[in-house]
């Protein structure tokens, strides 16, 4: 009896024994291995989810972000240095060190980020890994070490970048996370990006940050370190990176031509004051009675030995800028005549402007170019089949300027310019410029470096032997705006013509790109002249970077380009050389509010 009371003793103390060991080695083991990653345990919430951070499934994350919408490029492998040092980095060290080198910039370097940086990071880069022969190269002496830091580059507006940098790569790191996942870490990840997002603002340089923006930078800094150390697949976030980036790209491109397609559609649209203007000159010039829809001084039309300008415009406050600025720097403003034509639709508004604001001593007629009966005969249907999608370049005003001698068949030399010029200096000494024989004056656009430069091939296609075998791709281009045209060597030469066979050859296949430049080019191949770089200055409708000097210094300055003087789109800092010969005090400029 005694012996059966003992056996059953020791049976049942047996399996008490493994009821109470046998968990506490399970559990020991498992809390041997969890606490392996004490990151690891935030991001995945409880011990059940372990099994979700196998790679697949995150490769498996990537590949549904890009199914929504981003593509990845081609990829490149980028080779780094030795980075070693940064992974063994603590965060103390960082904090420590967070004034000087982010070891979480050089870790996402070597996953991959380079977000609208990637030069600017590489040279940092390049500083650091390759030091002089003879030192260490470790980022820990890199950020303890002033004279190296000195070395490197401050970067403009610094702490603003890098603020928009944490946040794309705050917002990477939660797409590695499980779907609808609700850890510390990603709940604190969103919480970071609000903060620094908000702490940015509309900043756009480093001194329009607040205080509290460097704390909100450190706070993300040390955000992302824990998710870097959860993730370390640096294939999944570079390929994850990559993707992002392209996708940005492929946005910001799409933005570019659609602004460049509205600069272009502003350009070519008429301001309502401009239209407004126009209404009401035209209906004032048709209350006039015929006798007074006539300028004086009809004689010196024709006169040779008079200064004569063209302008072909259907802009009128454009045309009176064009002859107030001849006006005021003219020394002998009593030989001067101004030829403005343009269409039956402009015609009574520019007529009646110029007689209530007549130019002063010198001349002037407004023609009608719907007047020129052998125009629609002879060369309107060369015009008509000018195809562009801007009816600026189809427009038959641009291109009558090749058709100057049927235009004024009494006049021997002639300035044309554009409607879109000022004057700065007396233009009398055109006259007595030397021609050399030659049909054009003009300034050359052939000097490397400078944002007027273009080439012959650059506006004519020269892969087609016809083009090739008749014109040098190295010659020098010209511009339009201000040109001298010899009249009479032009109808010697018959340059119309040459257009007209210009015209015809381009039907039959696309050499050149739209516009009258190209025919320009072609039509007086080897009959230009060039003219003193003074004379003529581009690029106040397109490049902002045009020194004041530069326009001081010239005679003419062209606001060629989309970003015309009179829109709202136009460069702000060029507008007051147009605005000081605009009549803003007018009563027709007050009703129509152009101010």
Known sequence: MKQALRSQRIIILSFLSISVLVPIVIVSNRLKNFTASSAHREFVGDLSTIKYRSDVVRLHAVQQETGEGLKEPTLVVYKDG???SVDRRNSSDESKNSGHTRSSDFLLERNGTNIGHREEILEIKRQIVAPPTGRKSTQASVGRNPNVQSNIRR??????????NQVIRAKAFLNFAPPNSNTNLVKELKLRIKEVERAVGEATKDSDLSRSAVQRMRAMENSLLKASRIYTDCSAMATKLRAMTYNSDEQLRAHQNQATYLFQLAARTTPKGLHCLSMRLTADYFALQPAEQE?????KLHDRDLYHYAVFSDNVLACSV???????????PEKIVFHIVTDALNL?????WFLLNPPGKATIEVKN???????????GTVLKKQDSRDPRYTSALNHLRFYLPDVFPELNKIVLLDHDVVVHRDLSGLWSFDMKGKVNGAVE????????FRRMDMLIDFSDPIIAERFDSAAC???FGMNVFDLLEWRRQNLTAVYHKYIQLGEMKQFWRAGSLPLGLVTFYNQTVALDQRWHLLGLGYDSGVGRSEIERAAVIHYDGNMKPWLETGIAKYKSYWNKHVKYKHPYLQLCNIH
């Open 477 to 479: 281009t010209w511009a």
């Open 348 to 352: 009574p508004s520019i007529t009646m």
């Open 445 to 452: 656009t052939c000097r490397e470096g400078e944002p007027s």
């Open 322 to 332: 064009v002859v107030n600025s001849i006006i005021s720097a003219a020394v002998e």
């Open 295 to 299: 300028f004086p001084n009809k004689q």
């Open 369 to 379: 170019m719907d007047d020129f009966g052998w125009l629609s005969s002879t060369y």
């Open 82 to 84: 030795d980075f070693n």
């Open 155 to 164: 970067l403009p507006d610094e702490k603003i970048r890098e603020m928009k």
